[in-house]
């Protein structure tokens, strides 16, 4: 799976959420403090009302959207995500409008000064907030300062501070892109280090050589089907299967052809079961379990005959030479009971290849409970 960069998925948008909503908090505070310095609210009643509602109302959607995303997400998804962008930006034009505001004015002193501390500290906290998406702090950024920087410049006011302004929204435009870069860094590093332990937990399933589930897995897996089956009252089969005269292979044309043989019967037990339910393993040398869910008695056996015919018939040219062999195999099913010992079931499946070996190799056998092992 190839990492994408700067693109805007669940993952970034919760971050996004997080790092950004609690600040809303402050801006409502900070809007009623700044507003009530030297009474400026009573000179100023009108606006100081309407910039004190607009971030009350601001601040109150993004905060229950945050807590109700989900759920918003269920409604519609693409507009719950435009609006979430909206209303950051909204937040950002809002201020930077009051932010203008309180710089035009011929008077008030005091009011802007703490107006441009305040304004430096949100706009500081918010790129670093709208990091993880680059154009988002950026944008935020432009929306809060620009607005009263080129008022100002226009007016020919203050020149002083326009070049500050203007300087300080370069800085911040430069920390935006360092660090979105180092954001997606680590993002990038948690998401190969995902991969990696996702490979090293499929290799430790995984035999290395057929590609089959290994013995370690089967434990956790029979376990886990048993209970399956148990639950639904469903037939569970296993079949065990063993390679007849596996070692003459090995001694006559080396362990190197006995491994292609090996990977060829691993080919021909994944083109016979094919359901998602079916469980092959390579259980431990030329040894093979097939757990099957739902397959009665009479399936379970037709199954484990349609391998031992294929097996018959396949032939591994190896080089020089054409290697052929035949297959035991042992089947046995139940019902499973959560109190029964799941063992048993394997037990059985074991107990009947043993009497398919030794009574001729190349054949069926089944074996249950009730009754002793009978050739098929």
């Given at each position: 799976?190839?990492?994408?960069?700067?693109?805007?998925?669940?993952?970034?948008?919760d971050d996004l959420k997080t790092r950004s909503t609690v600040g809303m908090y402050f801006y409502v505070a900070v809007t009623a403090a700044v507003l009530t310095v030297e009474g400026f609210y009573k000179r100023h009643l009108l606006f100081s009302i309407v910039f004190l509602c607009v971030m009350v109302v601001i601040a109150t959607f993004r905060i229950l959207q945050h807590?109700?995303?989900?759920?918003?997400?269920?409604?519609?998804?693409?507009?719950?995500?435009?609006?979430?962008?909206?209303?950051?930006?909204?937040?950002?034009?809002?201020?930077?409008?009051?932010?203008?505001?309180?710089?035009?004015?011929?008077?008030?002193?005091?009011?802007?000064?703490?107006?441009?501390?305040?304004?430096?500290?949100?706009?500081?906290?918010?790129?670093?907030?709208?990091?993880?998406?680059?154009?988002?702090?950026?944008?935020?950024?432009?929306?809060?300062?620009?607005?009263?920087?080129?008022?100002?410049?226009?007016?020919?006011?203050?020149?002083?501070?326009?070049?500050?302004?203007?300087?300080?929204?370069?800085?911040?435009?430069?920390?935006?892109?360092?660090?979105?870069?180092?954001?997606?860094?680590?993002?990038?590093?948690?998401?190969?280090?995902?991969?990696?332990?996702?490979?090293?937990?499929?290799?430790?399933?995984?035999?290395?050589?057929?590609?089959?589930?290994?013995?370690?897995?089967?434990?956790?897996?029979?376990?886990?089907?048993?209970?399956?089956?148990?639950?639904?009252?469903?037939?569970?089969?296993?079949?065990?299967?063993?390679?007849?005269?596996?070692?003459?292979?090995?001694?006559?044309?080396?362990?190197?052809?006995?491994?292609?043989?090996?990977?060829?019967?691993?080919?021909?037990?994944?083109?016979?079961?094919?359901?998602?339910?079916?469980?092959?393993?390579?259980?431990?040398?030329?040894?093979?379990?097939?757990?099957?869910?739902?397959?009665?008695?009479?399936?379970?056996?037709?199954?484990?005959?349609?391998?031992?015919?294929?097996?018959?018939?396949?032939?591994?040219f190896y080089y020089t030479h054409e290697i052929k062999t035949t297959i035991s195999l042992g089947v046995s099913t139940c019902i499973p009971r959560l109190a029964e010992n799941r063992d048993r079931l394997l037990e059985m499946a074991d107990r009947a290849l043993y009497r398919a070996k030794n009574s001729g190799r190349n054949r069926v056998v089944f074996c249950d409970a009730?009754?002793?092992?009978?050739?098929?």
């Open positions: 799976m190839t990492f994408e960069r700067h693109r805007i998925n669940r993952r970034v948008i807590k109700f995303y989900d759920r918003f997400d269920q409604i519609n998804k693409k507009l719950n995500f435009c609006a979430f962008f909206t209303s950051v930006y909204a937040t950002a034009l809002t201020w930077g409008t009051g932010f203008a505001y309180f710089m035009v004015m011929p008077e008030e002193l005091t009011s802007k000064m703490i107006m441009l501390a305040s304004t430096v500290g949100l706009d500081s906290g918010g790129v670093v907030a709208f990091m993880p998406s680059r154009r988002t702090s950026v944008i935020y950024n432009l929306l809060m300062l620009m607005p009263a920087a080129l008022i100002m410049l226009y007016l020919q006011i203050q020149p002083t501070i326009v070049f500050l302004v203007f300087l300080f929204t370069a800085y911040m435009i430069l920390v935006a892109f360092r660090g979105s870069r180092e954001y997606w860094d680590a993002l990038e590093n948690e998401h190969l280090l995902k991969l990696k332990s996702e490979e090293i937990e499929k290799m430790s399933r995984v035999d290395v050589l057929t590609g089959l589930y290994n013995r370690r897995y089967f434990d956790e897996i029979f376990n886990v089907r048993w209970k399956m089956a148990a639950r639904s009252a469903i037939p569970f089969s296993i079949i065990i299967c063993d390679i007849d005269l596996f070692k003459p292979v090995n001694d006559t044309y080396g362990h190197l052809a006995g491994d292609a043989y090996l990977k060829k019967m691993a080919q021909v037990l994944l083109g016979i079961f094919q359901r998602d339910t079916d469980f092959i393993v390579r259980y431990g040398g030329e040894e093979f379990v097939i757990l099957l869910l739902n397959h009665e008695r009479d399936a379970a056996i037709e199954m484990a005959e349609k391998v031992r015919s294929e097996v018959e018939k396949m032939t591994l009730s009754r002793n092992a009978a050739q098929l």
